[in-house]
Nanobody
C-alpha cells in the first residue's frame, strides 16, 4: 500500500508561482510513474504532467512551458513547479502514482487546492 500526501497549494495572484509537493510512503518509489492531475467542479479530472523513473516528462498543452514536474527518488517525492499562473489553473491538484511493473497498482492523493486570482 502506498499513501500520497500533497502540499503546497494555496491562493496566488495571476502571474505568480507555486510549488506543489507530493510525499509517498512505502517502498519501491522508483517503480512508479508519477503524475499530477487537476479537477474543477463539474469537469473531468485532467492530466497535467507526468514523469517516469528515467526522468522523461510529459505535459498538457495548457501548461507546457509554465509548469515543471520533477522527482527525487531518494526522498520518495514528486514536485510540480507552477510559474506564470493563470486564473484557469484554479483547481484541486492531485498526485497520482502508477507502478509500471507487476502488480501495476495505482494510488491517488487527497488533493490540494490551488486558486489563482485575476
Amino acid at each position: 500500500q502506498v499513501q500520497l500526501v500533497e502540499s503546497g497549494g494555496g491562493l496566488v495572484q495571476a502571474g505568480g508561482s507555486l510549488r506543489l509537493s507530493c510525499a509517498a510512503s512505502g517502498r519501491m518509489f522508483s517503480t512508479f510513474v508519477m503524475d499530477w492531475h487537476r479537477q474543477v467542479p463539474g469537469k473531468q479530472r485532467e492530466l497535467v504532467a507526468s514523469i517516469n523513473n528515467g526522468g522523461t516528462t510529459n505535459y498538457a498543452d495548457s501548461v507546457r512551458g509554465r509548469f515543471t514536474i520533477s522527482r527525487d527518488n531518494a526522498k520518495n517525492a514528486v514536485y510540480l513547479q507552477m510559474n506564470s499562473l493563470k486564473p484557469e489553473d484554479t483547481a484541486v491538484y492531485y498526485c497520482h502514482a502508477t507502478r509500471w511493473v507487476f502488480p501495476k497498482d495505482a494510488y491517488w492523493g487527497q488533493g490540494t487546492q490551488v486558486t489563482v486570482s485575476s
